[in-house]
């Protein structure tokens, strides 16, 4: 069964501190690795979409990789607008299902 | 700006009572999606279509049902909503199925 799971549930950093959320996944035959932002009360963002292992993809502070187990999204130096959920959604190659994690919930504090 | 667009924001419904909600997307994609969120947890897919092909999920519950008039508008229809439906309902849509989704600004369910 096709599996997304997110770590750690929350993250507390403060402004400028650098780190990594993870999102381990299982999935019979990737098609594609995406990363949301989802601020309270509204729907996801969209920020990457990752096809294969060992790609990358960088917008602004965020760096997103992928291995053929799990996925980071590194944040350099955030800023306190860097506060929302961070969602990680997989689609296999056996239809057109995603499936979500949890996601991790950052604060960055000024 | 192409977006994809639900209505109401808020919706506010009584035990029982059959509540729609709205989607509609300008972006002109083959494939929409319905995913129910609740709090803190991950969304879930409901169902979607492709074109005029509707999917629904195995464990989707038989009181939501969808339509899809036309390329543009999916509504969501719940026929006799419970406590438990009580949730953020997220419309989506895709070009092919098989790549990138984007999120409209999701309905807040209320059920009293």
């Known amino acids: 069964e096709d599996q997304v799971t997110q770590s750690p549930e929350a993250l507390r950093l403060q402004e400028g501190e650098s780190s990594s959320l993870n999102c381990s996944y299982t999935?019979?035959?990737?098609?594609?690795l995406f990363w949301y932002r989802q601020d309270p009360g509204k729907g996801p963002e969209f920020l990457f979409t990752?096809?294969?292992a060992g790609e990358e993809k960088e917008k602004e502070r965020l760096k997103a990789t992928l291995t053929k187990k799990e996925s980071f999204l590194h944040i350099t130096a955030p800023k306190p607008e860097d506060s929302a959920t961070y969602l990680c959604?997989?689609?296999?190659?056996?239809?057109?299902?995603?499936?979500f994690g949890a996601g991790t919930r950052l604060f960055v504090k000024a | 700006d192409a977006m994809v667009i639900q209505n109401p924001r808020y919706q506010v419904t009584q035990f029982g009572k059959p509540v729609t909600l709205s989607c509609s997307q300008t972006?002109?994609?083959?494939?929409m999606y319905w995913y129910q969120q609740k709090s803190s947890q991950a969304p879930k897919l409901l169902f979607h279509?492709?074109?005029?092909?509707?999917?629904n999920e195995a464990d989707t519950p038989d009181n939501f049902q969808s339509r899809r008039p036309n390329t543009s508008f999916c509504f969501l229809d719940i026929r006799s909503p419970g406590l438990g439906d009580a949730a953020m309902y997220l419309c989506?849509?895709?070009?092919?199925?098989?790549?990138?989704?984007?999120f409209g600004p999701g309905t807040r369910l209320t059920v009293l």
């Open positions: 990752l096809y294969s």
């Open positions: 999935v019979s035959g990737l098609r594609g």
């Open positions: 959604a997989v689609q296999g190659t056996g239809g057109f299902k995603t499936i």
């Open positions: 279509y492709y074109d005029k092909d509707f999917n």
């Open positions: 989506a849509t895709s070009r092919n199925g098989g790549d990138t989704q984007y």
């Open positions: 972006l002109n994609h083959n494939v």
